[in-house]
Structure formats: C-alpha cells, structure tokens
C-alpha cells in the first residue's frame, strides 16, 4: 500500500519560512514525478511546484518562483518544498502528490496518483 505522508506545517509570521515534508511508503517514485499543490478555503486546489528526478526536470508555479524550492532525497523516499518569504496568501493545505510517469502535465492534478492527506500552513500578517 502506498503512502504519502506529509510534514512541516504551522503557524508563521509574515516572511518566515516553513520547510514541509513529504514522506512516500509502499513504492519509489525515482522515475516518476513528485509534486505539491495547495487548496486555500473556498478555492480550488492549485499547483504549487513538482519534479522529475530522472529528467532533472522541475516546475514551479509563478506565484512561488524564486521564494519556494522542491528537492528530493530518493534515498529517504522523501520530497520537500522549502517556503521562503511566505506571505499570509500562501495560506492553505498543502498536499504532497506522486505520479508514476516522467513526464506529464505537472500542473494537471489528475496526472497524479497518489496525494497525501495535507498539511496546513496559516501565515499571518
């Protein structure tokens, strides 16, 4: 059985940062793709960043470029996404996500086929 279990989420001022953590059991996913999105209240899930290790491939929405980055250590089976300069609109649950395919749509939530259970980040003002 597969698992994704994520990590790392709080409370953070404005301009803080948060590291979060995605942990993957039952399965490797070294040639597949790892990804986060994130669901604020009331909107709908988004795309937030996912890579491609076996490709070297990675994607970051624009709202996140140059503030977040997605890494991975495929000997831990683990995925993160460290969250620089956070601003209280980065508000929402984030889930972790992982696909069996290299290359797909990253930004396609359907592309994926396992999520973890999320994670909140609140950032306050």
């Known amino acids: 059985q597969v698992r994704l279990v994520e990590s790392g989420g709080g409370l953070v001022q404005a301009g803080g940062s948060l590291r979060l953590s995605c942990a993957a059991s039952?399965?490797?996913?070294?040639?597949?793709?790892m990804g986060w999105f994130r669901q604020a209240p009331g909107k709908e899930r988004e795309f937030v960043a996912a890579?491609?290790?076996?490709?070297?491939?990675?994607l970051y929405a624009d709202f996140v470029k140059g503030r977040f980055t997605i890494s991975r250590d495929n000997a831990k089976n683990t995925v993160y996404l460290q969250m620089n300069s956070l601003k209280p609109e980065d508000t929402a649950v984030y889930y972790c996500?992982?696909?069996?395919?290299?290359?797909?749509?990253?930004?396609?939530?359907?592309?994926?086929?396992?999520w973890g259970q999320g994670t909140q980040v609140t950032v306050s003002s």
């Open positions: 996500a992982a696909g069996l395919r290299t290359y797909v749509d990253y930004k396609n939530r359907y592309e994926y086929d396992y």
């Open positions: 890579n491609s290790w076996s490709i070297g491939s990675t």
């Open positions: 039952g399965r490797t996913f070294t040639s597949g793709t």
